[in-house]
């Protein structure tokens, strides 16, 4: 399985971007799909994820409000809308997926995909 994660950059403060990951399996083999982050030294921090099936999301008390997950099943594709970023929001963006239920879908460990990273910096 593979996540092909996409769509960093540069943004202002206060601006917007959209990363999108494409996965490599049907979507049906998939039970939920979101985004990570990390910085440089630090743990990878729960952004946002969206149960398949339900398609319910579950954000972080951090980007509530600003950031939209969405899903297009028959692109095999989630996307992150990122809205009114702030410089703290800037590191890379982790894709991830997994089969199951098992693990709290807050914790990184629960994930068993992975796409690459893909940097965001917001200038202030």
């Known amino acids: 399985v593979q996540l092909q994660a996409s769509g960093g950059g540069l943004v202002q403060a206060g601006g917007s971007l959209r990363l999108s990951c494409v996965a490599s399996v049907r979507t049906s083999s998939i039970y939920k799909m979101g985004w990570f982050r990390q910085a440089p030294g630090k743990e990878r921090e729960f952004v946002v994820v969206m149960m398949w099936s339900s398609g319910a999301p579950y954000y972080a008390a951090s980007v509530k409000g600003r950031f939209t997950i969405r899903r297009d099943s028959a692109k095999n594709t989630v996307y992150l809308q990122m809205n009114s970023l702030k410089p703290e929001d800037t590191v890379v963006y982790y894709c991830?997926?997994?089969?199951?239920?098992?693990?709290?879908?807050?914790?990184?460990?629960?994930?068993?995909?992975w796409g690459q990273g893909t940097l965001v910096t917001v200038s202030s």
């Open positions: 991830a997926a997994a089969s199951g239920a098992s693990g709290a879908y807050y914790r990184a460990a629960s994930y068993g995909w």
